[in-house]
Antibody, heavy 121, light 106 residues
Framework: QLHLQESGSGLVKPSQTLSLTCGVS??????????WSWIRQPPGKGLEWLGY???????YYKTSLKSRVTISGDRSKNEFSLKLTSVTAADTAVYFC?????????????WGRGTLVTVSA | SSELTQDPAVSVALGQTGRITCQGD??????ASWFQQKPGQAPKLVIYDKDNRPSGIPDRFSGSSSGSTASLTITGAQAEDEADYYCNSRDSSGVVFGGGTKLTVL
């Protein structure tokens, strides 16, 4: 059974870098054919996709966030990470990691439980 | 980037049929997926590739699409179907989500 678990700092100061990791168990992030995404949800609001890392290591980011987002993978730990630079209060959200469906990479089939990140001084 | 528009709220009587729609230009080129989200939980995929159900999703959930509009239909709505529902699709900036629809089962 595939399981995803987000971890990282829950409080980040404005202008600093948000860093999160998604630990994956039950499947290798580098051997399958799937994409591994980060998605966020501000409190009481809707969902926003941030980007993905492909099983091959390639990445694809939301255009409007491309200058601030980096997603990387660690095959030895079977995890992938998100870095978001120059954060502001608008980046306060629950951050989810998710795996795309084999036939539609933006159909997020498996999700972590999410982790709340608050941007505040 | 494009947008996907959903009605903020839809209600359906218990056991009746409810429909949630999602409108956007990107749906002319890319199929929609649908997600169910209950309070405090991660979203759950209920429909992918316009009209396919993942394993474990009840067959009362179905999807369809025509032109720039995708629809999620719940036939015989149950109390446990009360939730927020989001559509998404690809677009020129990556992935776009609809604003979400709160489904109330009366």
């Amino acid at each position: 059974q595939l399981h995803l678990q987000e971890s990282g700092s829950g409080l980040v100061k404005p202008s600093q870098t948000l860093s999160l990791t998604c630990g994956v168990s039950g499947e290798s992030i580098s051997r399958g054919v799937h994409t591994w995404s980060w998605i966020r949800q501000p409190p009481g609001k809707g969902l926003e996709w941030l980007g993905y890392i492909h099983h091959s290591g390639g990445t694809y980011y939301k255009t409007s966030l491309k200058s601030r987002v980096t997603i990387s993978g660690d095959r030895s730990k079977n995890e992938f990470s998100l870095k978001l630079t120059s954060v502001t209060a608008a980046d306060t959200a629950v951050y989810f990691c998710a795996r795309g469906h084999i036939s539609s990479w933006y159909s997020f089939e498996y999700w972590g439980r999410g982790t709340l990140v608050t941007v505040s001084a | 980037s494009s947008e996907l528009t959903q009605d903020p709220a839809v209600s359906v009587a218990l056991g009746q049929t409810g429909r949630i729609t999602c409108q956007g230009d990107s749906l002319r080129s890319y199929s929609a997926s649908w997600f169910q989200q209950k309070p405090g939980q991660a979203p759950k995929l209920v429909i992918y590739d316009k009209d396919n159900r993942p394993s474990g999703i009840p067959d009362r959930f179905s999807g369809s699409s025509s032109g720039s509009t995708a629809s999620l239909t719940i036939t015989g709505a149950q109390a446990e179907d009360e939730a927020d529902y989001y559509c998404n699709s690809r677009d020129s900036s990556g992935v776009v989500f609809g604003g979400g629809t709160k489904l109330t089962v009366l």
